[in-house]
């Protein structure tokens, strides 16, 4: 009896001991703070007063403005601005903690190195220099570029970044955006020599195959990513969310055309579209919408991002290694986001992520 007892008691005491662990870890547990961000990813830089309004409401200082695309001229194969923001009204941007942005494609990394990286730099600056003046980021501190960097690419864009790096402020901040695949297998794909990393919880599925319900956010797809990715990715991360549609054109079975503004209004127009399903649509007569001419034949799929999708993907980011403080981003803020996506639900999906 005396030998059980005391058995009893030291269980009682292991027990014991075990909870109060778990108990100061809890306490001692930093929870996250998130903080809400968007987009900007347009041609015009300007704001609507009900966009405005909707980033007072989320109370969302942050904006990742992309203010450049970098693409290659088929032609010379260098590098040159695709497109580039303009700024009417400078005012628009007073009083918004603003992240320019740059996207460059992947093809403008081949075949560089050395002397072409530095020159390539100070190209994309001088590109940049009068929008960032009008946007208040100049002299520039903080930068952010886009680029689905591959295993041929890495060596020369990385040192792209390096040599960016040290034409930023003393204290200034770079960031480089991460697709799920490079997050899963840094070992393969590196892990770019930038301050933050922004992950990409989007275009998870596959763009190409008609069969896709939605690729902007498939979440069998994603969790292949999420599920046994390292637990120690080498850099502070933040986290994109989708917050965009558009309609898919494929052609004799392969994609054709994306067209963001041929919405489900238009789809339903039963002279030239013959619903399949919810979301996709087969072309019975041919016609002229948004400036393409759709063959009969053509299939087409609508994509969006619902609130169920959204919170969805929102469960799956909660899961990711993010930064004590990270900025969840929404990709990207427009008129129509403002009227279908509430504030409340931007404010769920941020709690989320504590």
Same mark, same amino acid.
């Given at each position: ?5 005391? =058995? ?41 007063? @009900? ?17 450049? #695309? ?21 005012? !628009?941007?007073?009083?918004? #903690? ?6 460059? +494609? ?12 530095? +020159? ?29 960097? +591959? ?51 989007? @275009?998870?599925?596959?763009? !190409? #195959? ?27 991360? #933040? ?23 041929? !919405? ?12 399949? @399903? ?17 063959? =009969?034949? !053509? ?56």
């Amino acid at each position: 009896m005396i030998r059980h007892n005391s =058995a009893y008691t030291i269980l009682l005491f292991l027990i014991g001991t075990g909870l109060f662990c778990i108990l100061l870890w809890r306490c001692h547990a930093t929870p996250r703070v998130p903080q809400p961000a968007f987009y900007f990813w347009g041609t015009t830089g300007s704001l609507s007063a @009900n966009e405005k309004a909707y980033l007072d409401s989320l109370h969302c200082k942050r904006l990742y403005v992309k203010i450049l #695309d970098i693409g290659v001229d088929d032609t010379t194969g260098e590098p040159y601005p695709m497109a580039q923001l303009t700024v009417p009204d400078s005012s !628009d941007w007073l009083g918004r #903690d603003i992240t320019p942005c740059i996207f460059l +494609s992947n093809q403008v990394f081949r075949n560089r190195s050395g002397a072409t990286i530095d +020159s390539l730099a100070s190209r994309v600056l001088a590109y940049s220099e009068g929008v960032l003046q009008k946007l208040g980021c100049w002299p520039l501190k903080r930068l952010q570029i886009d680029c689905d960097w +591959s295993p041929s690419t890495q060596n020369a864009y990385f040192a792209f970044l390096n040599t960016l790096k040290k034409r930023l402020a003393p204290t200034g901040i770079l960031s480089a955006t991460i697709r799920l695949h490079q997050y899963k297998f840094p070992d393969q794909t590196g892990v770019p020599p930038v301050d933050r990393g922004m992950l990409m919880l989007y @275009n998870t599925g596959d763009i !190409d #195959d008609w069969r896709t319900e939605n690729s902007i956010f498939d979440e069998t797809a994603a969790s292949k990513y999420i599920k046994g990715a390292p637990r120690n990715y080498r850099l502070p991360l #933040d986290l994109a969310l989708p917050l965009f549609s558009w309609s898919l054109v494929y052609r004799n079975g392969d994609l054709w055309k994306i067209i963001p503004s041929l !919405d489900a209004q238009q789809l339903s127009d039963t002279s030239c579209f013959t619903a399949e @399903n919810a979301y996709s649509w087969a072309v019975k007569q041919g016609t002229l919408r948004e400036g393409h001419y759709l063959r =009969a034949g !053509d299939w087409i799929r609508r994509e969006t991002i619902s609130s169920e999708r959204l919170l969805l993907a929102a469960n799956w980011g909660a899961q990711l290694q993010l930064d004590k403080k990270p900025d969840i981003a929404f990709f990207q803020l427009s008129d129509a986001v403002v009227q279908q996506y509430p504030v409340q639900l931007l404010e769920a999906v941020c709690r989320k992520m504590e």
